[in-house]
C-alpha cells in the first residue's frame, strides 16, 4: 500500500493506526532523511507523522513547510521558543488523530525501521498493555553522554524497579487515550515506562 494510498484510506475512513510524533530542536539536515525512513517503515499503514519544531534557529521550520507540501501525512508544528523534549512530545501526542502515538527523537539516533516491531509489540500484549519501548544500542553520541545517561538509568531504574535498561530511547510505542491520562512534568518523557 503506498503512503498516498494510506493517506486515501485514512482520510476516507477517519481512522489512522500510528501517529509518529517526532520533537526535533534544530534537526533541518537529519529531518528529510528521517521522515523518508518513517514513511518506509510504515508502508502498508494508515500512518500520519507530527514533528515538533522546539524552536530551531536553523530554518527546521522551513524544512518541514517543503517537505509537508508534498507528503500530506506530515504534520508540523512549532514551538516560537523551546520548551523542551518533553513539551514538544506532548504537544505531538494532544494533536494526534491515531490509536497509537509511536515516539522517536529528530536527531536520528533511532532507527524507524523499529517502529513496525514496537507496534506489533503492543497490538500482541492486548490491551492491558499501554507501552512498548525501544533500547539504544551502538549510540553515537559522545563518551560523556553514554556515561551519563547510563547513571541515570541506574538511579532511576533503583527508584523505580520497574527493568527499564534505557528510558531515555526516544523510541516507544504507547496508546494514545493512556498517554493523555498521564499527568505532565518536565522530563516526563523519560518517565513512561514506569
Known sequence: MSSSYSEALAASSGHLAVSVVVPAKDEAENLPILLDEIRDALEGRTFEVLVID???????????????????????????????QSCAVRTGVQNARGDVVATID???????????QLLDALSAGGPSVALAAGQRLGRK???AKR??????NKVRGSILKDNTR???????????????QLPYFDSWHRFLPA
Open 141 to 143: 553520541a559522545s563518551l
Open 54 to 84: 522546539d524552536g530551531s534557529s536553523d530554518g527546521t521550520d522551513g524544512v518541514l513547510k517543503a517537505y509537508a507540501a508534498e507528503n500530506p501525512w506530515l504534520r508540523p508544528f512549532r514551538h516560537r521558543t523551546a520548551c523542551g
Open 147 to 152: 556515561y551519563a545517561s547510563k547513571f541515570a
Open 106 to 116: 529528530g536527531d536520528g539516533e533511532n532507527n524507524p525501521a523499529y517502529i513496525p
Open 166 to 180: 534505557d528510558s531515555g530511547c526516544g523510541l516507544k510505542a504507547l496508546r494514545r487515550e493512556v498517554f493523555l
